[in-house]
């Protein structure tokens, strides 16, 4: 079992940055793949960045690579996601997510029995 809390969410003008933190408890982290996904009213949770536990290759959307970066700090057991340049259509509730590192796919929400609580992230233009 894992439980994430999400913080750091807020309301911001386009082409500012938020750090969004996602606090994990339970036991075993590094077998945990951590991801974070993002819902926009009216759409589908789509997936934003994930990265193994353990460290090694991260993953991004299209939309969100060269302006977030997913993070770990294993000593504080809080996975980041840093957000620069935004924009007004990355307006959404971000969920922070984690599945069994190796098992399912990295970049569907359908693989991810943990969820927080979400997280609301506004961009004004």
């Known amino acids: 079992q894992v439980q994430l809390v999400e913080s750091g969410g807020g309301l911001v003008q386009a082409g500012g940055s938020l750090r969004l933190s996602c606090a994990a408890s339970?036991?075993?982290?590094?077998?945990?793949?951590m991801a974070w996904f993002r819902q926009a009213p009216g759409k589908e949770r789509a997936f934003v960045a994930a990265?193994?536990?353990?460290?090694?290759?991260?993953y991004y959307a299209d939309s969100v690579k060269g302006r977030f970066t997913i993070s770990t700090d294993n000593a504080k057991n809080t996975v980041y996601l840093q957000m620069i340049n935004l924009k007004p259509e990355d307006t959404a509730v971000y969920y922070c997510a984690a599945k069994t590192y190796g098992i399912g796919a990295i970049r569907d929400r359908t693989d991810y029995p943990y969820w927080g609580q979400g997280t609301q992230v506004t961009i004004s233009s």
């Open positions: 990265i193994p536990w353990r460290g090694g290759f991260t």
């Open positions: 339970g036991r075993t982290l590094s077998s945990y793949t």
